[in-house]
């Protein structure tokens, strides 16, 4: 069974908001080690990591919405 576009749809913004919590949480982590939280050397390789966590699960939504793309909707209506 294929999805529908509307399984589609639904299953993209899911995608798209778990991507912007995730952004947001990380932003928060970093921005808290830049005021202070977190000193020296550790907090800067803490800070080097986050960002390439980051960056690392922001391709990976970014491939999972460009699949979802891809998809191709079943169009018959459930009825057969």
């Known amino acids: 069974m294929m999805a529908t576009r509307e ?3 639904s299953a993209r ?3 798209e908001q778990l991507r912007d919590e995730h952004g947001d949480e990380v932003r928060a982590l970093i921005r ?3 005021y202070g939280a977190m ?3 550790s907090a800067d390789e803490l800070r ?3 960002h390439g966590y980051d960056h ?3 391709c990976v939504f970014a491939c999972i919405i460009t699949s979802l793309e891809g998809m191709r909707p079943d ?3 459930g009825t057969s």
């Open 56 to 58: 690392f699960f922001q």
């Open 13 to 15: 913004r899911r995608i």
């Open 75 to 77: 169009d018959r209506d």
């Open 32 to 34: 808290l080690i830049d």
């Open 48 to 50: 080097a990591d986050l």
């Open 39 to 41: 000193k020296g050397p």
């Open 7 to 9: 399984q589609i749809d």
